[in-house]
C-alpha cells in the first residue's frame, strides 16, 4: 500500500521568495516519488522524479526535491518564485514493481504567486 | 518526444448519451494506457488500467460496464461513459507508458473536460 500527504492544499508566496511544498509517503517498499505541474484544464507535466538514484533531484523551471527517508518526505523548493509558477502541484509515489508500478497522487498543493 | 493527446478537450452531452473520449501515443508505442478522473480542486483518481490487446483492469468502486476502455492498438485507447449523467461530468486524463521506457514513465495527456447537462 501507498500513500502521499501533501501539508497545505494552498500556498501563497511573493514573487522572488522562497518556494516550499511539502509532500510526505508512506510505501511498504521503496518508492519512486514524483512532483507533477498542472496549468488549468492541461494535463500533468513532470517536474521531477526520485528513482532511487541521488536524493537531491534538479527538475525543470528551476526546481529541485530532496528525498529523506528518515521523514519519509519529498519536499519541493524553488528559490525565487516567478509568477509563472503559479499552477497545480502534486507529489505521487510509486511503490511495487514492473508493470504493478501505479501512482498514487496526493491532494495537490495550488501556489499563488503574488506580485 | 513522448507527447501523448486527447481528444476532444471539451464535450457537452446530454443526460442519457454516450460519449466517447480518444487517447493516443503520438510518437511511442505505449503498452498500458491509464485513465483517471479528477474532480475539481481534487486529485487524479485512477480508474482503470489498460494494457494494449487484453481487457482493462478497473479500480475498486469503478463500474466497468458504464466506463468502458478499449486499447485496440500501441498507439490508442479509447474511454466510453456509457449512459452518462450530470455527476459523471468530471476532467478526464489519461497517460500512456511506452514498453521500452521505466515502468514509472508515464505521459499524460491534456485531459478532457466533460460537462454532462
Partial sequence: AQSVTQLGSHVSVSEGALVLLRCNYSSSVPPYLFWYVQYPNQG???????????????????????????????????????????????CAVSGGSGSARQLTFGSGTQLTVLP | GAVVSQHPSRVICKSGTSVKIECRSLDFQATTMFWYRQFPKQSLMLMATSNEGSKATYEQGVEKDKFLINHASLTLSTLTVTSAHPEDSSFYICSARGGGGEAYEQYFGPGTRLTVT
Fill in chain 1, 44 to 90: 500533468l507535466q513532470l517536474l521531477l522524479k526520485y528513482t532511487s538514484a541521488a536524493t537531491l533531484v534538479k527538475g525543470i523551471n528551476g526546481f529541485e526535491a530532496e528525498f529523506k527517508k528518515s521523514e519519509t518526505s519529498f519536499h519541493l523548493t524553488k528559490p525565487s518564485a516567478h509568477m509563472s509558477d503559479a499552477a497545480e502541484y502534486f
